[in-house]
């Protein structure tokens, strides 16, 4: 059964600051992805990573993958206070119906 | 183009009482899903529906039932709600083989 585990479950940072939140799941999955959900809102897809190795860059946000270690991160760049939310990985659930299986979420608040 | 519409937005049941919970989606994906979110928890799939005519459990299927009624429309209902099933509720659509979802805007269910 796929487990997935993010962490932190809470990020407090100050603006301009990095940090790098971590996604790992139990079973191999080659499909990997991240959603942004800002409160009372539904959740809109970040990021689509569909091979080991694969990265994706946004703005202040980059995400990689390694399948390998069965890890997604979720690196933040500078962070601005427009990017306090919370954050889910899900992963791919492979069989013979795909689904996808979320992490616990990382609320990020981002202080002045 | 309206994505994923979901009805009713919240909600207010008493204990026994049941409901459904509507879901449509304009984007003519085959696989449609019903997750809860619960605060620490994350999102947990409860019911999905990988095309018309199909349905299988997810991870917290336990007080649920759906109906997959044609390829649009996918609802779920409580036969008998329980307080544990105070949650926001959560519709989302997927391309047949592409599990990158899209989410409906939630329904708040609160049963006292």
């Known amino acids: 059964e ?5 962490n932190p479950l809470f990020l407090s940072m100050q603006e301009g600051k990095n940090y790098t939140i971590y996604c790992n799941y139990s079973t ?25 190795g ?6 202040r946000l980059m995400a990689s993958l390694d399948t390998k270690a069965r890890l997604s991160t979720l690196h933040i760049t500078a962070a601005v206070h ?19 299986i979320f992490g616990t979420g990382t609320l990020l608040a981002v202080q002045p | 183009n309206a994505g ?8 207010v049941l008493k204990t026994g009482q049941s409901m459904t919970l509507q879901c449509a989606q304009d984007m003519n ?7 809860r979110q619960d605060p620490g928890m994350g999102l947990r799939l409860i019911y999905y529906s990988a095309s018309e005519g199909t ?16 390829k649009r429309e996918f609802s779920l209902r409580l036969e008998s709600a329980a307080p544990s099933q105070t949650s ?22 609160t049963v006292v």
Do not use: I
């Open chain 1, 2 to 6: 796929l487990k997935v585990e993010q």
């Open chain 1, 28 to 52: 191999t999955s080659d499909r990997l992805y991240w959603y942004r959900q800002d409160p009372g809102k539904s959740l809109e897809s970040l990021f689509v990573l569909l091979s080991n």
């Open chain 1, 54 to 59: 694969a990265v994706k860059q946004e703005g």
């Open chain 1, 82 to 100: 427009d990017l306090s939310a919370t954050y889910f990985c899900a992963v791919e659930d492979g069989g013979a119906t795909n689904k996808l």
């Open chain 2, 4 to 11: 994923v519409t979901q009805t009713p937005k919240f909600q």
């Open chain 2, 29 to 35: 994906h085959n696989s449609m899903y019903w997750y």
């Open chain 2, 55 to 70: 349905t299988d459990k997810g991870e917290v299927p336990n007080g649920y039932n759906v109906s997959r009624l044609n």
């Open chain 2, 88 to 109: 926001v509720y959560f519709c989302a659509s997927s391309e047949q083989g592409w599990t990158e979802a899209f989410f409906g805007q939630g329904t708040r269910l």
